[in-house]
């Protein structure tokens, strides 16, 4: 089925460790972003890429980076793992005209110790 | 900075009845708004949208409404079911693609 997938579904982290969150979409949108969700609050936006070569910083960027070699994909890194970076993280994807929203994946679910 | 927020963080409502959820946005820049259904352990999944030059969009068993004066935004149930209970999150898209999301609002449904 079209849409979504992020790898993997749960991960955890010592401090300081390093690591990337996958995120592929299959329906050649051009629009992808990253999210995290923390406990009873919204989503809050990390970085987001409006195509391929192009990103720009969210809300919450620091201590995240991110790269976008091809429209497909869409990974985030993790430079140093830290306690605060213990989140459920979302990929989302959108084509250019924001048909039917903003399309989301599962999640990962992230936790630093 | 501006935000996107929820009336209420709970709701609970009758099998049945008809469930309406609110949200108060402050960027008048927004031009589009997006409700989003997430239930536990899922992503958030799309409901309905609506551009900034509508009123009124209605989908199956969901209508959203948007009023820009008093920037405020609501997202009607009809006769809410059982899988209707979730959390309900408002979105607003301005300066491009960004989404900033509300709080939430947790729907429990009654039998």
């Known amino acids: 089925n079209a849409g979504v997938t992020q790898t993997p579904k749960f991960q955890v982290l010592k401090t300081g460790q390093s690591m990337t969150l996958q995120c592929a979409q299959d329906?050649?949108?051009?629009?992808m972003s990253w999210y995290r969700q923390d406990p009873g609050m919204g989503l809050r936006l990390i970085h987001y890429?409006?195509?391929?070569?192009?990103?720009d910083q969210g809300e919450v960027p620091n201590g995240y980076n991110v790269s976008r070699s091809t429209t497909e994909d869409f990974p985030l890194r993790l430079l140093s793992a830290a306690p605060s970076q213990t989140s459920v993280y979302f990929c989302a994807s959108t084509d250019r005209d924001r048909e039917d929203g903003y399309t989301f994946g599962s999640g990962t679910r992230l936790t630093v110790v | 900075g501006e935000s996107v927020g929820l009336h209420l963080p709970t709701l609970s409502v009758q099998e049945g009845d008809n469930s309406i959820i609110n949200c108060a946005y402050s960027n008048s820049a927004s031009d589009y708004f997006i409700w989003y259904k997430q239930e536990s352990g899922k992503g958030p999944q799309f409901i309905i949208d609506?551009?900034?030059?509508?009123d009124k969009r209605q989908g199956q068993r969901v209508t959203v409404l948007l009023n820009k004066t008093v920037k405020h935004l609501s997202l009607q149930i009809a006769a809410t079911q059982p899988g209707d209970s979730a959390v309900y999150f408002c979105a607003e898209n301005s300066q491009g693609y960004k989404l900033s999301f509300g709080a939430g609002t947790t729907v429990t449904v009654r039998a």
């Open positions: 329906m050649n949108h051009e629009y």
């Open positions: 609506i551009r900034s030059n509508m």
């Open positions: 890429s409006v195509g391929a070569g192009i990103t």
